[in-house]
């Protein structure tokens, strides 16, 4: 694991250039969590764990909150208090790993967006001493890491998320999500990072499933700024990444309605989320990574 120091100026962690451009996903995560708690000025995901249990050695990166200074002050050594959980949930990311999650007309992919977002959560929960898992998703499970807490745990889930080349499949969120159903057994919060190509209603009935069976459900959908807007000038070719199919515009001329389709679909979406009782969070590549943290800390501390 990397052992650079996590950044934290919160400018530095909030610049989507800057993290987006890093290949160490351990200091993307270390440094957008930083950025999105230095943020909240006082997190409200603080606290929820509130019965103190016992002493362990410290680690580089423990909250130095936690650190008992008196034992330090007679032995020499530095130890962090343990603390019982409250709450006691998993944390399952499911991160959408079909073609058209390698859109890029910013910067960056979608993908790259995404998989700097789950390193972010994961990171975020196993500093909480939560367990983290995550699941790559395409036409059904494609790989994944249970969730566990234990040292090594960032690394196997950094190691999946290296995968960004090789990001391939067409698009059955259903099907995956009742493939994770399976897998996520014990009670805990499913975080859904996906564009949401994909059939509504087969989509909605699946993520209600999920909450059904006790999960609270976030979902996050990251979008390609052209996918939210599309240029005012210029003659372009679109192709379907999934379906191969290409169609020639001129932008100008059909920006007005893709934008007008565009939130209808999430005025459509928004509502059935909140029939289901299912937060949902938008967000392009363009936006800062730690603000879309702070926004789930806000949720993650309106749950419990």
């Not at 992919?109 to 909480?128: D, N, Q, V």
């Not at 494609?142 to 090594?152: A, C, G, I, L, Q």
Request: charge should be negative; include cysteine; glycine fraction near 6%.
């Amino acid at each position: 694991m990397s052992s650079a120091p996590a950044p934290h100026d919160s400018a530095f962690a909030g610049d989507p250039d800057l993290f987006l451009a890093m290949d160490d996903l351990e200091l993307v995560a270390r440094g957008v969590v930083e950025g999105a708690l230095h943020g909240l000025h006082r997190s409200p995901y603080i606290g929820f764990s509130a019965e103190f249990d016992a002493h362990r050695e410290y680690e580089p990166g423990d909250d130095l909150r936690y650190v008992n200074w008196n034992l330090w002050a007679r032995t020499d050594r530095l130890y962090v208090k343990q603390f019982k959980s409250d709450t006691n949930l998993n944390l399952y990311v499911l991160l959408d790993a079909s073609r058209s999650m390698l859109a890029t007309n910013g910067p960056y992919p979608k993908w790259a967006y995404g998989a700097r977002a789950a390193a972010a959560l994961a990171w975020l929960s196993l500093r909480e001493r939560d367990a983290a898992g995550v699941f790559l998703l395409s036409d059904g499970i494609r790989e994944y890491v249970p969730p566990r807490v234990r040292p090594d745990q960032f690394r196997e889930i950094q190691a999946v998320l290296r995968q960004a080349p090789e990001v391939a499949g067409g698009t059955n969120l259903a099907q995956s999500l009742e493939e994770a159903l399976h897998l996520c057994r014990r009670r805990g919060i499913v975080v859904l990072i996906s564009d949401l190509f994909d059939e509504d209603e087969d989509l909605l009935r699946a993520v209600d499933t999920l909450r059904y069976y006790g999960h609270e459900v976030i979902v996050v959908q990251v979008l390609d700024p052209w996918e939210h807007e599309l240029p005012d000038s210029g003659q372009f070719e679109f192709h379907d990444l999934e379906t191969e199919e290409i169609i020639r515009a001129h932008a100008p001329a059909i920006r007005r309605s893709c934008k007008a389709a565009v939130e209808e679909w999430r005025r459509g979406m928004t509502r059935r989320f909140d029939e289901s009782g299912v937060d949902w969070l938008v967000c392009t590549t363009a936006d800062p990574l730690a603000d879309l943290l702070v926004n789930y800390i806000l949720r993650r501390a309106e749950m419990y």
